[in-house]
């Protein structure tokens, strides 16, 4: 069986293991307050740019965006978001946990538009309801799509306007800064965003991901929060040693380097699919495509590959993805590709 | 001033005062324990005609909806209704306050439809989504529209099939009950709903709404929930007085009658601005109705008459609401629609 | 039956009842938004003797404490209180269903003492505990004892030295300020509290409570977090109605002429009491007191009186509850009295 | 600076890395679905003689505690426990986060008594009241006590009694089984305990606890609840592998052959500081110990170890907290009792 089911199916990365592997009998003391997270917390301000911002070592996806929404909005307040967005579609309620809602809205291309925004504040009245007060975007989204640096910044001018915070899911990150489309940089979402991470789990580590915080409002008792959202790990250094792992280096760091062969690998994959004439559910340039095909090529190739089907089947046709990662090889990707093109004929 | 604002802008009807004032100095036991909540209680089993129920008096619409929902719902569990349902447009997120999701969709006339639950379960696939477990729809609706008996049957029906409570607001029973197009009864409630109430506040009381609770697993310490809800009142009985007074007397009960009033006085508001050629934002049979106007009439009017604008102005043009109460005359009704004739020339 | 069961066993005082029916067919804007609410809550500020706060109409008790504990606190902050308070004793973990821990200790007749706020603070370490960031007391407390000035103010004193908010549950409030150990006024609390009610419930009133804050931080989007925690009602301005002709008339106003006839009546029932040698629970100079029975004794009480058995029986014994109310009469007293004499022979 | 600060200031032990490093480049379904976890399960399973239970990997301790209380109660229940267990002291309010009271009593050793149980409903009364629902214990506690076996069966009878459910937080597991006091086994825990966990993070692992749930009512939707408590790691697998190398090799397995090397270098430095006639906080058998120095000693072994201040400074006293773990030698218990014999004298 060979996997194109998630950037997720292999451990870490061998330069990552080999860092957890030095650093594994150094003591230190717990819940991320080791000189590993903290050389990664300075690592993650230099690609940025700035000295006034608070870096977390966190454990996951999910919880950077529930504790960092549990900690910027009061009760009242609520999230502006696709209705793909992870927060929405794929963790449970956890955001609702937390006794905020997820004011969301068909995106265009997984994409939020400040329109969608207005569209937030038209529904808004007074004291009867929930106040709009923070976006959350995806980038790449949850179909692999990417916000141009434009997009970025017209949706910070909304913000501003509004008086909203802005917040940016990275859980893939990597493959968003090093893809073909991407004419936007770290430094820019430093300079746009309340909150961003830059993701390692999708990246090549086995768990860890940076959340950076600008807005010192939202970073107050941080780590009150992230304990009580149960995201503080004893060993916290173990955080630390991977993201230091991935982003020492500048801008050739292991982080590029793993997404840079993520992104080749989707591309050689998109680009025999579109040979054959397949077409796609989304225009995703990042490390996870989305090929449409009829039901009966997508039980064939399920005999040898590994992969998700992205929504339910309609009229014989399913939607499908499949996602790259440090471990794809090209030839890989070549047996899918000869694959597809035996079960297409 | 004119009133259309609202039919709560009024006190008591004078026969429900009356109740209130007769039992004032009578004692009893306090949070809802005493003769006359009981006494509502056994009036609401005769009129759906099941003994086998929970009635539960309540100090208004957002604590039945939501108190219901927390009861009924495990965390990961969410609630599917329309996007202009109370829960969702004018609760200030007091669902997502207990930790559940309302999957919402754009009605249909303000309504629900079994496929956009079939749609919600499109959406759902494992332990990464929110169950959908519940459907919440108002009757009438917010706009004033009503189910009919077969629309009622068939939500209930596709509930069923997808193992789903069925929770019906109804803050405005009375109008609904009452209204030319209404086919079903409370009977029907009684026999498909898990959760349903009928509402006073909006019928003549000061306060108070009929709880009925048909699933019994979902009023297991209901009344834990109440309390911990914010929903206990210390003088309990002045809920139970009141519908008590409603309720009392059959089909012809004080409900009913204020309600066809309400009724009757909003189809002469319609019929009047109809005759004048006014279109409407929806087709409500019942005490609110929704003409539009352009934005120069809305403002004159607004110089004599006291009403709400439904949504912002949009091409210069805004839906209004006119809401009729126990207190509306045909005076008030024939001074608006004369009005309205001036400034529409 | 003779109720000592409660002060809210009875219907409005007959004053609060004729407001209620003077303004009934008034019409009025909903929420609370209307001349009477707007009008209580300035004869709230004449009587604390401060223009800069806000007054609240609420529909209870125990949305006052949880609404304005919910409003005041961050995620990770817990509330300090006596572990009888009624918050922590009698509202079914409504404060913990916001997601805020009550950090209690057993009180000194029933009142918490500037040490244990310390004690709170050695319990506290860092980002794994709870911080301790309110106050929250009763006067009187749930046992009828009162706070001198000088306790008032040590308490203020140490919550400005530990930067924690101030919180006073006045359920009862009428009764404590009219009673004879009585060293502070409503004036005191406005100079001291960041939050506190005085309460209508328990002193004549159907529903409905004045809320007062004086911290603006607290008070932002106040009205957001009512709806959102179920406390808003459509007639609001029932409440303002019942405040209004409680509180107008200065000194001499009907909450305190209420109160002291409550008193009066407490207090000869204590005297009566005492003179037969029946010892008490606590030393309660307001409305309620606790006399200890023997079982015997309790049982024949409440063949003809209703009252709460305040504690399980204990070797024999069982603390009761007495409680006076604006309907006591003096022969209720009496007659209490002689029952007691004649079964404790 | 040697290190008796935690059982997590190492990264993970030898033969736990060496699993890792091994099943690094072995694909795998995501959130743990794989294969690792599947057999860390069944060995669980196993060891407790039991088949019919479910068993999760869990990310941490905190994670284990929250999810299983937030899965097993209603809104409106609590759970009883020590004010010194984890839950209560050193979560962050965690618990309280999902609307839950811990309903604490000051332990006796560290420990809850069936009579503090019994204390729990003398506070309850009805709908006013926080149901007490379930019990949860530490093994060994806080404070390194352990349980006997008759004192873990008489609190499961109290359980029984009461109809409440019992939880046991065992976070150091493999420490309370392998001491010298211990007379219960695993086997005796799944047979009384509703639920519990086995503690890997502090017994060699870098992250992991197996959880075990007898209880098929609480585990209804379990994994459900995980995702929502932002507890499921992407590759989970990780834990699975962890805890597989602890775990296989029956009752000489890796878990327990580090518990027993962490006892034996604590009770070493137990009675050497015994024989030095040093007192202690608590008579702990496991790998935590509790001394009590004047303040100037600990001062002067600040110097050159690491260890806890376990509350603060009275009376010139100072208890501390010195803990052993997988990676402590002989030579770093001789060190610190030569400076302690030094520095004491």
Known sequence: MVYFRSDYSLGAHPEVMEALIKTNEEHSDGYGLDIHSENAGRLVKELIGREDVSVHMMVGGTP?????????????????????AHIYSHETGA???????IINFEGV??????????????????????????????????IGTIYSKNELYAIRDKCKERDMYLY??????????????????????????????????????????????????????????IKRSLGMLA??????VQLEALLEGGENNLLSRIARHENKMAKRLREGLEEMGVSFYSKSPTNQIFPVFPKTVVEELEKDF?????????????????????????????????????VLI
Chains 1, 2, 3, 4 share one sequence.
């Open 64 to 84: 950077c965006n529930v504790t960092f929404i549990a900690a910027a909005l009061r009760p009242y307040e609520g999230v502006v978001a696709p209705r793909s």
């Open 95 to 101: 955001v609702e946990a937390t006794g905020h809602r």
């Open 109 to 142: 291309d997984g994409k939020l538009t400040p329109e969608m925004i207005d569209k937030a504040f038209d529904e808004y009245e007074d004291e009867h309801t929930v106040v709009p007060k923070m976006v959350s975007i995806s980038q790449p989204t949850e």
């Open 168 to 225: 940016i899911d990275g859980a893939r990150m990597g493959a968003a800064l090093t893809c073909d489309e991407a004419d936007f940089t770290l430094k820019d979402l430093g300079a746009i965003a309340d909150g961003f991470y830059i993701g390692g789990t999708k990246n090549g580590a086995l768990i860890g991901e940076a959340l950076v915080i600008t807005n010192p409002e939202i970073d107050d008792h941080f780590r009150w929060m």
């Open 235 to 240: 060993k916290g250094k173990i955080i630390g």
């Open 306 to 342: 590994f992969f998700y089907r992205w929504a339910p089947e309609k009229d014989g046709i399913i939607p499908v993805r499949f996602v790259t990662s440090w471990g794809t090889s090209e030839e890989d990707v070549d047996s899918l590709l000869a694959r597809v093109k035996e």
